[in-house]
C-alpha cells in the first residue's frame, strides 16, 4: 500500500508531483461563487436619437458663436467712430486700388496715392456742388410748385375714395403747426445734437481718409507684419487663405454694389428728368447713395421722388415714379444683381432681406449698410476654410 501511495505521488518520470510531498493529504480548492460583472452602461448622450445629439451639439457651438458675435459688435458699437472710419477706408481702398496700381505703373507709389484721392475728392466735391447750384437755381420755382402742389393735394384728398372736408385738412395743418410752436426747444436741441454728429462725421471721414492712403499704400506689407507677428507659424497658412478670401469677397461686393447703384441712379435720373419732376439731379445722387441698402434703399429713394413728383407736377406723374419703384426693382433683384455679383459672393435674396433687417435694428443705418458686405466676408471665409489647401 505504501508502494501505491508513492507511485501515486510521482509523476511518469518517477519524480514527485509539483505541490505534494509524500505522507501528507492531498490540497483541496475551494471555489467562490463570483457574481458576475455588470455590463457598462451607455453614457447618457448615446442612449438619445442620433439627430437629437447632432442638433444639441450643433445648438451649443451656435450659441458661443452668437455669444461671440455679439461681443465683437458691442466692442464695435463702443467704438462706433473708429468701426466705421476703417470700413469707409477699406470702401474707398478697394474702389481706388485698381487706379492706383495702373497709376503705379507710370509715377512713384506715392504720387500714384495722391493722384488717386485727390482726384477723386474733387470729383465728388464737384458733384455735390453741381446739386447744389441746381437745388438753389430752382428754389423760386420749386417754392411755387410745391404750394400748387399741396394745394392739388388738398383737392385730391377731398375727391373720391378719401372725402376728406376741407376743415379737417386745415385742422390737421393747425395741428403740425402747434406742434412744431409747442417742441420748438426740442428741435432746437436736436439740431444742436446734430450739429454734434456732424462735427464726428468730419472727424471720422478725416480718420478715414488718413487709414485709407496706408491701406492703398501698403496694404499687403501691414497685413503681412500682423499675420507674422500675431499668429503661429503653423496657423498663418489658413489664416492667410481666409485673409484674401475675406478681401476679395470685399472689393467684389463693394465695386458691384457700385456699379448696380449707379446703373440704377442713370435709370432714375432719365426716368425723372422725361417726366420733368422737379429736383431730378439731387434725387438722382439720393438715389444712387440709398442703393446701397440692397432691396430697401431704393425704394425708399424712389418714395421721396413720389412724393415730390405728387406736389410738383400731380397724381399722373407720381403714379409713373410709383411704378418706376417696381421696375427697377425687377431690374435689381433680377438682372444687375445676378450679372454683377457672379463674380463676387452670391448670397440668397432672403438671407440678403434678414442680413439688412438685423444690420439696421443692431445699428441702425450704418447696420443697414454694413450687414450685407460683412456676411458675405463670412460666408467667404468659411468657404476658403472648407475648401482643400492646394
Known amino acids: 500500500m505504501v508502494g501505491d501511495a508513492r507511485r501515486r505521488a510521482?509523476?511518469?518520470g518517477g519524480e514527485p508531483r509539483a505541490g505534494r510531498v509524500l505522507g501528507s493529504r492531498p490540497a483541496y480548492s475551494v471555489r467562490l461563487a463570483v457574481s458576475p460583472r455588470p455590463e457598462p452602461q451607455a453614457p447618457v448622450a448615446e442612449r438619445t436619437v442620433p439627430w437629437l445629439r447632432v442638433a444639441a451639439a450643433y445648438s451649443w457651438r451656435l450659441i458661443l458663436v452668437g455669444v461671440v458675435v455679439y461681443g465683437v459688435?458691442?466692442?464695435?458699437?463702443?467704438?462706433?467712430?473708429?468701426?466705421?472710419?476703417v470700413f469707409l477706408a477699406l470702401v474707398v481702398t478697394s474702389v481706388l486700388?485698381?487706379?492706383t496700381d495702373l497709376l503705379?505703373?507710370?509715377?512713384?507709389?506715392?504720387?500714384?496715392?495722391?493722384?488717386?484721392?485727390v482726384g477723386s475728392l474733387l470729383l465728388l466735391m464737384a458733384l455735390l456742388a453741381l446739386v447744389g447750384n441746381a437745388v438753389a437755381g430752382e428754389s423760386p420755382r420749386l417754392a411755387g410748385e410745391f404750394r400748387g402742389g399741396i394745394h392739388r393735394i388738398e383737392e385730391w384728398l377731398q375727391r373720391p375714395p378719401f372725402r376728406l372736408s376741407p376743415g379737417k385738412l386745415t385742422a390737421l395743418e393747425r395741428q403740425v403747426t402747434d406742434y412744431i410752436a409747442a417742441h420748438r426747444s426740442t428741435l432746437l436741441s436736436s439740431a444742436v445734437s446734430g450739429l454734434s454728429r456732424v462735427v464726428e462725421l468730419i472727424t471720422g471721414g478725416a480718420l478715414a481718409l488718413f487709414t485709407s492712403v496706408f491701406f492703398i499704400h501698403s496694404g499687403e506689407r501691414l497685413w503681412s507684419w500682423m499675420r507674422d507677428q500675431l499668429l503661429p507659424i503653423g496657423a498663418r497658412p489658413a489664416w492667410d487663405r481666409a485673409g484674401h478670401a475675406a478681401w476679395r469677397a470685399f472689393a467684389g461686393y463693394t465695386r458691384g454694389i457700385i456699379i448696380v447703384a449707379a446703373t440704377n441712379a442713370v435709370l432714375v435720373g432719365v426716368a425723372l428728368l422725361v417726366l420733368r419732376v422737379p429736383l431730378a439731379l439731387p434725387l438722382t445722387l439720393l438715389e444712387f447713395f440709398a442703393a446701397f441698402v440692397p432691396l430697401v434703399g431704393s425704394p425708399v429713394a424712389l418714395a421721396v421722388a413720389t412724393i415730390v413728383a405728387l406736389a410738383g407736377r400731380g397724381p399722373l406723374t407720381a403714379a409713373a415714379v410709383l411704378a418706376l419703384i417696381v421696375v427697377i426693382g425687377q431690374l435689381e433683384g433680377h438682372v444687375l444683381h445676378?450679372?454683377?455679383?457672379?463674380?463676387?459672393?452670391?448670397?440668397?435674396?432672403l438671407v440678403v432681406a434678414v442680413?439688412?433687417?438685423?444690420g439696421s435694428i443692431v445699428a441702425g443705418v450704418i447696420g443697414a449698410i454694413v450687414a450685407v458686405p460683412?456676411?458675405?466676408?463670412?460666408?467667404?471665409v468659411l468657404r476658403a476654410l472648407r475648401a482643400v489647401p492646394p
Open 338 to 349: 445676378p450679372l454683377v455679383m457672379s463674380w463676387a459672393v452670391r448670397l440668397h435674396p
Open 73 to 85: 459688435f458691442s466692442v464695435l458699437g463702443s467704438f462706433q467712430l473708429i468701426a466705421v472710419a
Open 104 to 117: 503705379d505703373r507710370i509715377l512713384p507709389r506715392p504720387l500714384a496715392v495722391a493722384v488717386a484721392l
Open 374 to 380: 460683412l456676411v458675405s466676408v463670412v460666408w467667404a
Open 355 to 358: 442680413s439688412v433687417i438685423a
Open 97 to 99: 486700388r485698381p487706379l
Open 10 to 12: 510521482a509523476g511518469p
